[in-house]
């Protein structure tokens, strides 16, 4: 035998005993897929397959397309699927049409006439610890909104404005809509989390911080329509496409398009660039809250304007009043106040907001702001805010006086109750 065939004589075998092993790797191994698995056996009996290929010129039917809602990262075989059904007429036997009840979980909209409403009920008494706990943080504990997230209370009559205040209570037509949105998407990051009674009462309460219903009110698919949205009427059908498209359908203007560009809006008025509260003085205080009290003559007039409550009453403003002098406890209850200015305004041209002004609260009769509308608890309570009166209601709210419509959860130190009223005891009528 010569060199030569010795040498290939050797590969040629190592070759072929290479694919022999090969080939019965593969019998053993892999097995060729099945027309129809046996999982499918259940499925609705295929559509007959033709021999060659038919090109059809109809789409499937939607029964036919269903994505399997219960079978997770199925849908790109589904599509795939149905691609070829479409091009060639033939079912692959992939997937499943869907069930009743997996429409039905995704079938959530509630429309306008409340339609799609849950059995449910929920007030705005309950509403308000809900509404604290999983909405305070971005819209306010009065629905008022925080920093630039969206108020939910409030903006009655601005809707003709220059700059509109659009909330729940001035704008949404329909309270069917509301509890949809909510129970859609909120609490921002954990929607669909609360329970259909969960939803009503914190719509129950958005509705009450509007003045829309009362605290006692029932909210529940049977009387939601007895609420009525003062903007109901205001909107209209889009007939846009049938009245205007034709008229402004057109070539584009390119270039002088306008005799002159005016800027309309800044962004101030958009309600984007932040505010700065002014620069404290001395004492303190910013220049838009100046002190009405800041002597010990001007304090004793107001100790006179209760010399007619009773003497541990008037002994109780006397304290107070003599503390608002200090300076230095003035300028930390200014501080402290930061938490209060979203519902209540002092000083100069103060106004009711979601809570009442507080000029000249020390020492003034509970629950007589003029134009205020206060909850029942708050008007029949009674007395004056003197100092102990005013602790304790700071410290605890909802537990000073039942009823009250003020959701802050109150202050927890002492010295902080100490200071933000003598900051309040600055300010008179």
């Not at 290939?8 to 092993?21: D, N, P």
């Not at 002004?357 to 029942?376: A, E, P």
């Amino acid at each position: 035998m010569s060199k030569s065939l010795k040498l290939y004589g050797g590969s040629a075998l190592a070759i072929t005993i290479m694919l022999v092993g090969a080939a019965n790797f593969a019998d053993r191994n892999i097995t060729d897929m099945p027309e129809r698995a046996a999982k499918l056996t259940a499925l609705p009996a295929p559509i007959p397959q033709p021999e060659a290929p038919v090109v059809v010129a109809e789409a499937p039917a939607a029964a036919e397309v269903a994505a399997p809602a219960a079978d997770a990262g199925s849908g790109l075989l589904v599509a795939a699927a149905v691609a070829d059904e479409a091009a060639t007429g033939m079912r692959f036997g992939l997937g499943r049409e869907a069930m009743a009840e997996e429409i039905a979980a995704w079938d959530v909209d509630v429309r306008p006439d409340g339609t799609g409403l849950p059995e449910g009920s929920g007030n705005a008494w309950d509403g308000e610890a809900l509404f604290e706990e999983n909405c305070a943080v971005c819209h306010g504990s009065f629905a008022e909104g925080v920093d630039n997230w969206p108020a939910l209370a409030g903006g009655f009559g601005t809707l003709a404005d220059k700059d509109p205040v659009k909330t729940v209570g001035s704008y949404w037509p329909y309270v069917s809509t509301v509890w949809d949105y909510v129970h859609r998407s909120m609490p921002f990051g954990n929607a669909q989390s609360l329970s259909d009674d969960d939803v009503y009462a914190i719509v129950a309460y958005i509705l009450y911080s509007n003045d829309l219903i009362e605290d006692d009110f029932e909210l529940s698919r049977d009387t939601i329509l007895d609420v009525e949205m003062p903007n109901a009427e205001g909107f209209i059908v889009d007939d846009r496409a049938e009245t205007e498209y034709t008229i402004w359908r057109t070539e584009p203007c390119m270039e002088n398009c306008k005799d002159s560009v005016e800027i309309t809006m800044r962004a101030t008025v958009l309600d984007v660039t932040p505010e700065e509260d002014g620069a404290d003085d001395a004492a303190g205080h910013s220049d838009a809250m100046a002190p009405a009290a800041e002597t010990e003559a001007e304090a004793e007039t107001v100790v006179a304007a209760v010399a007619a409550d009773t003497d541990a009453q008037a002994d109780a403003v006397v304290e107070t009043v003599s503390a608002a002098i200090d300076p230095a406890l003035v300028a930390e209850g200014e501080k402290v106040f930061r938490k209060c200015k979203a519902c209540h305004q002092v000083g100069e041209g103060a106004k009711n907001r979601s809570g009442p002004h507080l000029n000249g609260v020390v020492g003034r009769t509970i629950g007589s702001v003029d134009g205020f509308k206060y909850s029942g608890a708050m008007a029949d309570k009674g007395g004056i805010w003197d100092a102990e009166t005013l602790a304790a209601f700071l410290a605890d709210p909802r537990g000073s006086v039942k009823g009250t419509k003020m959701a802050f959860a109150g202050l927890k130190s002492d010295a902080d109750i100490a200071a933000v009223t003598a900051y309040l005891a600055s300010f008179d009528e």
